[in-house]
């Protein structure tokens, strides 16, 4: 059997990121988002989740670019200056030059936790911004919270070379499923649910109808993971944040038609990260 979950990142992060996300559960194959609940709309996001209880809400957590969802003087080696750390290259010197204090990582990720189900969240899973969370010390971290807030699941992000690659996708490809493998016993003594493959790292601001159909075209047996990062326009929030991400390009891709058709004729199931 093949079963996809159709994960929408971010959710929370702005307005105009959650409507793209909710036109594409209601609209197109999105079934699963991650909820960033340090992000200016994740109050908003939360309401907009009770509303559709099909949609699996999982916790996008975030230890770079956003503010922290600690008071500041909580976690000072992490956010002293009001701030979590500007880039995962920031990030990963403190965390591996300790100047940046575990213990307060492990503060901030289980605020962020908190605050969610403040707001209502079930968490289906957990995954992570820039995908920190598979750095050594943070996913020990993050297997610790799992167990203790009953969260069931958590992304995986290794999967098949889909295509080509420009020289700086495959390197960040590389990287980051070998930061995943090298976690993959302490996942694997868990209890921890994870789909069986993962897409769209390399595709990540730039997903589009034929990049996503040939996703979908390549799916095997088991459970695979689409991650994406739809959204309707928000010229300020991109030229604030500083990346490319092609929001509207994204939405159009999980809404369009000859997507919802192929997977029909392949007999994909779409399911969350709470049906595995």
Known sequence: ??????????????????????????????????????????GHAASLAKDNPTLGVGI?????????????????????????PAGP?????????GSIKTAEIETELSAQIERAIQLGIKPTHLDGHQHLIMLGPVFRIVLKLAKEYGIGAVRYPVGPWNGLYCPLRTMEKLILEGMAKSQRQ??????????DYFFGLPETGNMNVEKLAAIIESLTEGTSEVMCHPGLPNPSLASEINWGKGWEAELAAVTDARVKELIKSKGVELINFGQL
Not at 16 to 26: C, D, E, N, R, W
Not at 70 to 80: D, F, K, N, T, V
Not at 89 to 97: E, K, N
Not at 189 to 195: A, H, N
Request: glycine share 10%; net charge neutral; hydrophobic share 45%.
């Open 60 to 84: 996008h957590l975030c230890l770079t670019i956003e503010r922290p969802v600690s008071m500041p003087e909580y976690i000072p080696s992490l956010a002293g200056n009001g701030r979590l």
């Open 89 to 97: 290259m920031q990030f990963a010197l403190g965390l591996f030059s």
């Open 186 to 195: 302490r996942l694997d003594e868990s209890v921890l649910k994870r789909p």
């Open 1 to 42: 059997m093949k079963r996809l979950i159709v994960n929408a990142d971010d959710f929370g992060m702005a307005e105009s990121v959650t409507l793209g996300i909710i036109k594409g559960h209601q609209e197109g194959i999105i079934t699963s988002t991650s909820l960033l609940a340090g992000g200016t709309a994740a």
